[in-house]
Nanobody, 121 residues
């Protein structure tokens, strides 16, 4: 079965950086697009960043463009999210997701347990 395991979340001061990782198993990782979502307290889960299987296409939420970078290592079945210049508004649980790329990213209903990112001084 599909298993997604996120890690790397932490308590960070505003302006800091983090790198989140998600290790995937149970499917042919290199055949699928991957994405990161987040859910902030009291809000709906939102798509933050997505990357296609070949790493030739990415997209980002407007709120994170220029600060977040998604990447993947197909040899390690791992997708990463580099987060720079963290803001308190980035506080959320971050989730890994597997999906497909059509005209844009479409996520399938497979989720990891999430990793908590808290931005506070």
């Amino acid at each position: 079965q599909v298993v997604l395991v996120e890690s790397g979340g932490a308590l960070v001061q505003p302006g800091g950086s983090l790198r989140l990782s998600c290790v995937a198993s149970g499917f042919t990782f290199s055949d699928y697009s991957m994405a990161w979502y987040r859910r902030a307290p009291g809000k709906e889960r939102e798509l933050v960043a997505a990357i296609n299987s070949a790493s030739s296409k990415t997209n980002y939420a407007d709120s994170v463009k220029g600060r977040f970078t998604i990447s993947r290592d197909n040899a390690k079945n791992t997708v990463y999210l580099q987060i720079n210049t963290l803001k308190p508004a980035d506080t959320a649980v971050y989730y890994c997701n597997v999906g497909g790329w059509y005209s844009d990213y479409v996520g399938y209903d497979f989720w990891g347990q999430g990793t908590q990112v808290t931005v506070s001084s």
